[in-house]
């Protein structure tokens, strides 16, 4: 889980160099960025509403990590009526501490699934001071996880508007691999995975929510490695969203994150007309600009239990990718 803006993996090298590394890539600036952030939510959240702000219609971006929710965001962070926030997890916190699954802005009861039934009268009133925008300006917020989450935010915002990013599940479950094998020390907290959170806390709720859900009960204890971890999320995460396309009709899009690499400009152009926002040609322009073709690689199959098997590839097969999972046996 990396701190956007603040540090990257890359930046570990520079002890093998013997430079003095970044403050915020040590564990008092990890500490103290974490720390602040949280501090920051919790004003921000005390603050009275400011006038003129819209709650109206704000467009969540969902979909798995790792599906390409990080390059949407940056297309619509481009866009002149738009107000971008990327990840914004102390905010959300601040909102309800449930929500900090990686339980690295709050301490306390937390969960990656949410409906809503756990939206309450003090929740709502954060939302709107916290997640608004100037009028005549629609916000855009990406945070993958909620994609487990849709319930709680269309009753937080009735008139919201959800775009899912679908990515081989495949690819998805190895980049999240990847990002799983870096852990960095915090203070006063339990190690911080950049994917699993403090002392693992983000997958202790996938499995737990997940579970209560009626998600593969029988079979969510016999993934043993990151990558099946993955390759469960990624299977959760396009469960509930598209089990919402239905409910939500016009206000849900979904788009394949091969397709907008293969043509940017057809994809965010049929994007911006069912969000009903503009697409100047300059605008168009610079956001294609962005977008790379993706990289087509040879990727190991991954072995899941029986049901979860069945069901991953099934999804595959329906949304159009070669990836494949294996029987666990």
Same mark, same amino acid.
């Given at each position: 889980?990396?701190?956007?803006?603040?540090?990257? $993996?890359?930046?570990?090298?520079?002890?093998?160099? *013997?430079?003095? *590394?970044?403050?915020?890539?040590?564990?008092?600036? /990890?500490?103290?960025?974490?720390?602040?952030?949280?501090?920051?939510?919790?004003?921000?959240?005390?603050?009275? @509403?400011?006038?003129?702000?819209?709650?109206?219609?704000?467009?969540?971006?969902?979909?798995?990590?790792?599906?390409?929710?990080? &390059?949407?965001?940056?297309?619509?962070?481009?866009?002149?009526?738009?107000?971008?926030?990327?990840?914004?997890?102390?905010?959300?916190?601040?909102?309800?501490?449930?929500?900090?699954?990686?339980?690295?802005?709050?301490?306390?009861?937390?969960?990656?699934?949410?409906?809503?039934?756990?939206?309450?009268?003090?929740?709502?009133?954060?939302?709107?001071? &916290?997640?608004?925008?100037?009028?005549?300006?629609?916000?855009?917020? *990406?945070? @993958?996880?909620?994609?487990?989450?849709?319930?709680?935010?269309?009753?937080?915002?009735?008139?919201?508007?959800?775009?899912?990013?679908?990515?081989?599940?495949?690819?998805?479950?190895?980049?999240?691999?990847?990002?799983?094998?870096?852990?960095?020390?915090?203070?006063?907290?339990?190690?911080?995975?950049?994917?699993?959170?403090?002392?693992?806390? *983000?997958?202790?709720?996938? /499995?737990?929510?997940?579970?209560?859900?009626?998600?593969?009960?029988?079979?969510?204890?016999?993934?043993?490695?990151?990558?099946?971890?993955?390759?469960?999320?990624?299977?959760?995460?396009?469960?509930?969203?598209?089990?919402?396309?239905?409910?939500?009709?016009?206000?849900?899009?979904?788009?394949?994150?091969?397709? &907008?690499?293969?043509? @940017?400009?057809?994809?965010?152009?049929?994007?911006?007309?069912?969000?009903?926002?503009?697409?100047?040609?300059?605008?168009? $322009?610079?956001?294609?600009?962005?977008?790379?073709?993706?990289?087509?690689?040879?990727?190991?199959?991954?072995?899941?239990?029986?049901?979860?098997?069945?069901?991953?590839?099934?999804?595959?097969?329906?949304?159009?990718?070669?990836?494949?999972?294996?029987?666990?046996?």
């Amino acid at each position: 889980m990396e701190i956007p803006g603040i540090f990257h $993996r890359d930046q570990e090298s520079a002890q093998e160099t *013997k430079r003095p *590394k970044p403050l915020a890539n040590t564990v008092l600036g /990890r500490t103290l960025y974490y720390g602040g952030h949280a501090a920051q939510g919790r004003i921000l959240a005390a603050l009275p @509403p400011t006038r003129g702000r819209d709650v109206r219609q704000p467009v969540f971006i969902i979909g798995c990590g790792r599906s390409g929710t990080t &390059l949407l965001g940056r297309i619509f962070s481009l866009h002149p009526d738009v107000k971008y926030l990327f990840e914004p997890n102390h905010l959300w916190a601040a909102i309800d501490a449930s929500t900090d699954f990686s339980q690295v802005y709050s301490r306390g009861d937390y969960h990656c699934f949410l409906d809503a039934d756990s939206v309450t009268t003090s929740a709502r009133r954060r939302f709107s001071r &916290l997640l608004s925008s100037p009028e005549g300006v629609t916000l855009v917020e *990406k945070s @993958p996880t909620n994609a487990l989450r849709i319930g709680y935010l269309n009753a937080l915002a009735p008139d919201a508007r959800f775009v899912h990013i679908v990515r081989d599940g495949i690819a998805v479950a190895r980049s999240i691999e990847k990002m799983a094998t870096t852990t960095r020390r915090v203070l006063f907290r339990s190690p911080v995975n950049d994917w699993w959170g403090s002392g693992g806390a *983000k997958w202790s709720a996938l /499995r737990q929510d997940g579970r209560a859900a009626g998600y593969y009960r029988d079979e969510v204890d016999r993934l043993a490695t990151s990558v099946q971890r993955a390759a469960y999320e990624w299977l959760l995460s396009v469960r509930e969203a598209e089990m919402w396309r239905a409910p939500l009709d016009s206000r849900f899009s979904t788009i394949r994150y091969e397709d &907008l690499g293969d043509d @940017p400009c057809t994809i965010i152009r049929e994007l911006m007309t069912k969000l009903e926002l503009a697409c100047p040609d300059y605008w168009l $322009r610079n956001a294609a600009k962005l977008v790379r073709a993706p990289i087509v690689s040879h990727r190991e199959p991954i072995a899941l239990p029986s049901q979860m098997y069945t069901d991953f590839n099934t999804w595959q097969e329906r949304f159009g990718f070669e990836g494949r999972a294996t029987e666990l046996v």
